[in-house]
């Protein structure tokens, strides 16, 4: 399969088996977010996995959807700003933000490549989550998203429509 087949083959699920993640699955799916490029190679970031049998209702604070518990695992990127790079000669802007989001989407991808399923979730309760996962005051909740068997992956998933290149694409200028 071609870098491109995977992009397209990864999909946001939203209804999973409860079978297992195999550990050696998992430890991939880890390593591809460990070897995520961050900005200085700071890796400015922690990913917390919870174990979702037994922990659903105070999962379901921090992010209200039956499906996000369905999943055997979660998965949480946080990130670590005062580890990250920041743009000190211009305007002091930090990337921990980017690097996090750069982790998530190694971490989406390679469990794709594993035939595991995904879905980002960034509209969560940063509250709930500080406190469900005992979430430090130097860490930041950035990202979630369930990881395990797509229930549906024997149908052909959803794909969001995409715009075209040529409304978000501009070479040379704006």
Known sequence: M??????????????YRPDPVPD??????LEA????????????????????RGRESELRRIYD??????????????AVPSEAWRRTMYDG??????DSAIVMDHLTLAAADLGLGTCWIAAFDPAAAREVLAIPDE????????LGY????????????????????RYERW
């Open 2 to 15: 071609t870098f491109l087949d995977l992009v397209r083959r990864r999909y946001s699920v939203r209804a």
């Open 24 to 29: 050696d699955l998992l430890a991939t799916v």
């Open 33 to 52: 977010g460990r070897l995520a490029p961050t900005a200085s190679n700071r890796q400015p970031f922690r990913i917390i996995v919870v174990q979702t």
């Open 65 to 78: 959807s039956e499906w996000f518990v369905q999943a055997p695992l979660i998965l949480c990127v946080c």
């Open 93 to 98: 802007r930090s990337h921990a933000d980017v």
């Open 139 to 146: 860490g930041e909740p950035m990202l979630f998203t369930p």
């Open 150 to 169: 797509a229930a549906d992956a024997s149908s052909s998933p959803r794909h969001a429509e995409r715009r075209p290149l040529d409304e978000l694409v």
